[in-house]
């Protein structure tokens, strides 16, 4: 394996550092941390660069707190400075990890992700008649330190840098779980060997990848299986040999053991692929995929608390708006058509007699929330209510005279400008707006949504009775 150097003079450089910045302020560029940080950036910026380059900086404490749903984990939160410097790590290291990963690794990684594995998976599965689905016991918990830095080695040998990369990993806090003895091990070998990544870190991500590349270079090449897929800990072979999955089984458990990793019994099996397989959060089969049952309800417990925290005035309709489109997103992505159907008229938020319904992931996109409708007059906008958003919903204008008809029922036969595709006029007195999606068939299958965009949404009046 080739081995890396002069990286240092990069990591800590002007530009490096601002960028590092840049990143690691998006979408938090609203906290009181972010916000002190950026008042004296530059300031901050030259402070951060003398320690690095002295030798002198040093990590600060993680804030830490639980999470029970879907199994209780311990999240720890990095100060927004560290967080700069795990940013600046990564912008050198990104590029040569990337050249090393295997490529069917889907987290944490460029034009990868969750949908990206999915629709891997199903390919393989028309392709393999069984599955052996394995998963890594407590992972971050479980992995050890000397064993993640001698990883390092292995691929850089630039020392500043290695110095930098053992100090982030030797200052992670303290992670829950119970001792494991290996090969090897005496009584005390557990307890004095230090182990865990903190969940959150970005850098945390990145090396817990990294651990398990070997591995998935040990599984094609070593084992002969072409069919493999990985999502961080959680990994899956296809054979068309039940016997050939099984001899393998061993062989990883003894690969694992070298890392002092285990593999969790319980989620361990092998199964035909015509059966179904669960996994990133759907239930896969050759032909379709559904929606985990566990993801619908506890969406559904949240849009229950948003409905309640909207009608008491606890959020608004832009808090509310960005989390259902990012959830139907992620729905669209499985053959959910009734499914959306049926939540989609559930959606419907109502604060002093205003409604709001839910959105397509494209409108939230396309439009602004602050942006009132064109067909208001312009002295009107001042004084708008406001629990009284424009409702973000509409098909999108396109040719044919069919989609000219739709256009002009719901948006009206005048002007459109340079208005936002999903703009409509402003809710009148007296009529309730609500919104129910109208997924065609697109190419992909029955309920999928067509290739050329998200669903539509269209539009039924409901007169209100006078008081």
């Not at 064993?147 to 110095?163: C, E, H, N, P, Y």
Request: net charge positive; glycine share 6%.
């Amino acid at each position: 394996m080739k081995r890396y150097g002069s990286l240092w003079d990069k990591l800590i450089a002007w530009d490096n550092l601002v960028l590092a910045a840049r990143k690691a302020q998006r979408g938090k560029r609203g906290r009181a941390d972010v916000q002190r940080f950026n008042f004296y950036q530059e300031m901050r910026l030259l402070k951060l660069q003398e320690e690095l380059e002295s030798g002198c900086y040093r990590p600060g404490k993680f804030v830490s707190h639980w999470v029970r749903e879907p199994k209780p984990r311990l999240i720890s939160a990095a100060p927004y400075r560290d967080r700069v410097v795990h940013h600046a790590v990564m912008n050198i290291l990104e590029p040569i990890l990337e050249r090393h990963f295997h490529p069917d690794s889907y987290a944490c990684r460029q034009e990868k992700g969750t949908h990206a594995a999915a629709d891997r998976l199903q390919a393989l599965m028309r392709r393999y008649r069984y599955a052996l689905q394995c998963d890594i016991k407590q992972f971050f918990p479980s992995i050890d330190h000397e064993t993640l830095k001698a990883s390092f080695r292995r691929l850089i040998k630039d020392r500043s840098v290695l110095a930098l990369m053992d100090l982030i990993v030797d200052t992670s806090n303290e992670q829950p779980g119970a001792p494991a003895w290996f090969a090897g091990d005496d009584l005390f070998a557990p307890l004095e060997r230090r182990r865990g990544l903190p969940i959150g870190n970005l850098t945390s991500q990145w090396f817990a990848n990294w651990v398990l590349t070997d591995l998935d270079h040990f599984v094609t090449s070593h084992l002969g299986m072409g069919g493999y897929l990985r999502y961080c800990d959680d990994f899956i072979l296809l054979h068309n040999d039940r016997c050939r999955l099984r001899d393998a089984l061993g062989r990883i458990r003894q690969r694992l053991a070298q890392l002092r990793l285990r593999l969790h019994e319980w989620k361990l099996f092998v199964r035909p692929v015509a059966t179904g397989l669960t996994f990133v959060g759907y239930r896969l089969w050759p032909t379709h995929r559904l929606l985990r049952k566990a993801n619908i309800h506890r969406f559904r417990r949240r849009v229950r608390w948003m409905r309640r925290a909207y009608a008491a005035g606890v959020v608004d309709w832009a808090f509310v708006k960005p989390r259902l489109a990012s959830w139907i997103g992620h729905a669209q992505q499985a053959d959910s058509q009734k499914l959306l159907r049926r939540l989609c008229r559930e959606w419907v938020f109502k604060r002093d007699g205003t409604v709001n319904g839910s959105c397509s992931a494209r409108r939230q996109l396309e439009q602004r929330y602050d942006e009132p409708p064109r067909s208001v007059p312009q002295q009107q906008h001042a004084v708008q209510s406001e629990q009284q958003h424009r409702i973000p919903f509409g098909p999108a204008l396109s040719a044919g005279s069919k989609s000219v008809a739709r256009n002009r029922a719901i948006h009206g036969s005048r002007e459109r400008g340079d208005e936002s595709p999903g703009s409509i006029p402003a809710l009148r007195q007296g009529v309730s707006y609500v919104s129910r999606p109208n997924f065609p068939d697109g190419p992909g299958g029955a309920g999928r949504p067509r290739a050329d965009g998200p669903a539509w949404f269209c539009f039924r009046q409901v007169k209100c009775r006078a008081a």
